[in-house]
């Protein structure tokens, strides 16, 4: 549903007939008040923060901040799932398969672990950044006594009690202070134990603080519909402009052969064809997750469009720019050339493996990476059977891009990314030896990687256009040679400087190889094969 509200009772009614539910104005202001000011003067308190965002929090302005609010429907409660959720026990996905047995369960059945709530509010103080960064999460129960809102850490409201969520099992939390006797139970325990239960907690990694928006759903609602929904209201932040989907979004699990349509059809990506004998190109993959519908905009599309005009611009063939965006459905058909949907991670990890196996089959090899993080870098892709969990098959870690990356053997591999959290790929690049070829251009600001970029011309030393921005990156010097060419790999200052048909016949595009050549340098095992 994509609406602009011209009054928080508007929404409200809005909001409610989503979920089958009405909110009171009164109530709703109430609630983001005072929301709002608990983030301002506790959140630092809460969940480990870096300086600067604490510092930013405490200068906030309510206009600064956007709203999203959920009401449980009339058939029960509502639960508040996110990507990277710890639950305890396995998290059974919604297949094909299994959708009869779902169907007869409840989604606390389905979420072990996740507690039931009257209402959710959200709080986003950063809405002009791409997902994951900080955000705040308030839990909003009923009939809720006084006491037992205090034992449960929340704001009594008369009325409500609000209570900030935090993410469970997480370093945050279990360092939090502790009462006078459970710092004597844990001595006890320690001199029992060195290596006692306590110790091992005190160790855990993670955080606390929650970095995106979850899938709010009613306790009984099989179909998982999302009641979260932005409020419009001049009082606060604007909402981000969604993307209009151009066909209904099935599950991917739901395209089964005996339900095939044409909604269901995915173009097959032919990898094998990427790589031509006798012939070096340049590549690029365009990966853009966005992970559901509702952190999913219209910039993203733009910022994509923004990123493969300049590959176009710098020689790149349309054949050889593989963009995967989204699920299915997020785009018109016909701005869906070359384009496919990020649910299928195998396919994506595979084409660039690929690309960095084969010899000679590039020179530069591009990745544009603008996917909803975690703060461990982790991207998520697409949430392709709508549980609201980011499971194995729906995120894709530093850990595996850092692996279909080792020993690549393009001449040049840069890493323009446009998302958060970019410093721990930075760290894991820096130490290692298998990367040595692979550029990590995250010094930006990340909200403009690809507006930055747009304008690159094709005759451009890559070092040169760096050097424009205000926040240019420390480069160590491979790092540096690696970027003293343009983007086609041409050099910058040959003497006499080559002409623009020399750059674009001799290294922008495509280049064939001489016999001799080929030959010279492929392994040992290929030349000996009869």
Not at 149 to 164: K, Q, R, S
Not at 362 to 368: E, G, I, Q, R
Not at 418 to 436: D, I, N
Request: net charge positive.
């Amino acid at each position: 549903m994509k609406f602009q509200c011209v009054s928080l009772f508007i929404c409200a009614l809005l909001v409610g007939e989503s979920c089958g539910s009405q909110m009171k104005l009164s109530r709703l202001d109430r609630w983001v008040r005072t929301g709002f000011q608990y983030l301002k003067l506790n959140l630092c308190r809460r969940v480990s923060l870096p300086e600067s965002e604490c510092k930013k929090f405490s200068h906030l302005h309510l206009s600064g901040v956007a709203v999203y609010v959920s009401e449980s429907n009339s058939a029960g409660k509502v639960l508040a799932i996110l990507p990277d959720s710890y639950f305890t026990g396995t998290v059974p996905s919604k297949s094909a398969d299994s959708s009869v047995d779902d169907e007869s369960r409840t989604n606390e059945e389905l979420y072990p672990g996740a507690s039931a709530h009257d209402a959710v509010l959200v709080l986003d103080p950063s809405p002009g950044e791409s997902f994951g960064h900080p955000v705040v999460l308030f839990y909003v129960n009923f009939n809720i006594t006084k006491k037992k809102c205090a034992h449960m850490d929340g704001i009594y409201l008369g009325e409500e009690c609000l209570t900030m969520a935090v993410k469970t099992r997480c370093q945050n939390q279990l360092k939090r202070r502790r009462s006078r006797s459970d710092r004597m139970v844990s001595r006890a325990r320690a001199r029992r134990s060195t290596m006692g239960r306590i110790g091992r907690m005190e160790h855990s990694s993670g955080h606390c603080e929650i970095h995106f928006l979850p899938l709010v759903v009613g306790v009984r609602d099989s179909n998982r519909t999302q009641c979260l929904r932005c409020v419009g209201h001049p009082d606060f932040a604007r909402c981000p402009e969604p993307l209009p989907q151009s066909s209904p979004n099935i599950p991917i699990s739901s395209c089964e052969l005996n339900k095939n349509t044409r909604r269901c059809h995915q173009q097959r990506l032919a990898t094998h064809l990427s790589c031509r004998l006798y012939q070096t190109c340049d590549h690029a993959v365009l990966l853009s997750g966005g992970w559901q519908e509702q952190i999913t905009y219209q910039r993203h599309v733009q910022n994509l469009q923004l990123f493969y005009q300049m590959l176009r611009n710098n020689g790149f063939h349309k054949d050889h720019i593989k963009t995967f965006f989204a699920g299915n459905g997020q785009v018109a058909a016909k701005e869906t050339d070359g384009m496919y949907p990020a649910t299928e991670k195998e396919v994506i990890r595979n084409h660039i493996s690929y690309i960095c196996r084969k010899q000679h089959c590039a020179d530069t090899l591009v990745l544009y990476l603008s996917s909803p993080t975690r703060n461990d870098g982790t991207m998520l892709l697409w949430d392709r059977n709508n549980n609201g969990i980011a499971d194995l098959k729906e995120r894709y870690s530093v850990g595996e891009l850092l692996s279909d990356l080792a020993g690549c053997r393009a001449r040049r591999v840069l890493l323009f990314v446009e998302q958060s959290y970019s410093g721990v790929l930075s760290k894991r690049l820096m130490g290692s030896l298998k990367h040595l070829n692979v550029v990590l251009l995250n010094g930006l600001p990340w909200v403009d990687t690809a507006e930055f970029w747009a304008s690159l011309h094709p005759s451009q030393c890559l070092i040169d256009h760096l050097s424009k921005s205000s926040a240019t990156p420390r480069l160590v010097d491979s790092a540096q040679g690696l970027l003293n060419v343009t983007l086609a790999g041409a050099p910058c200052n040959s003497t006499p400087p080559l002409t623009e048909a020399e750059v674009r016949k001799e290294y922008m595009g495509c280049q064939n190889l001489p016999t001799a050549l080929w030959y010279q340098k492929r392994p040992k095992s290929d030349n000996s094969r009869n």
